[in-house]
């Protein structure tokens, strides 16, 4: 999928052709603000996994008793190196 690099003031200027370039083109903005990313705008193109789908697939599927462990060790891994989000209230 392209990528095109851009201010968040020209995004502003021209909203309406970024959103036909991500729709129609699939280009992906990344919006610099301060020189900085802060941003995107994209296509709604991505499959996004929810924890409920991942949850229903996984009940249907037989691992082998290795495989599973090897899966579970991993989730537990990924677990602990996320962060929680930060309150935005604060």
Not at 17 to 36: R, S
Not at 46 to 66: F, M, N, V, W, Y
Request: aromatic share 6%.
């Amino acid at each position: 999928m392209p990528k095109k690099i851009i201010s968040v003031t020209e995004a502003a200027r021209n909203f309406a052709d970024c959103v036909n370039h991500a729709h129609y083109e699939n280009v992906t903005f990344v919006l610099l603000k301060h020189g900085q990313p802060f941003a995107r705008l994209g296509p709604d193109t991505e499959k996004i996994c929810l924890g409920r789908e991942l949850a229903e697939a996984l009940s249907t599927t037989q691992l082998p008793d290795a495989e599973a462990r090897a899966w579970r060790r991993d989730l537990q891994k990924a677990r602990k190196s996320l962060k929680s989000p930060k309150d935005k209230g604060q």
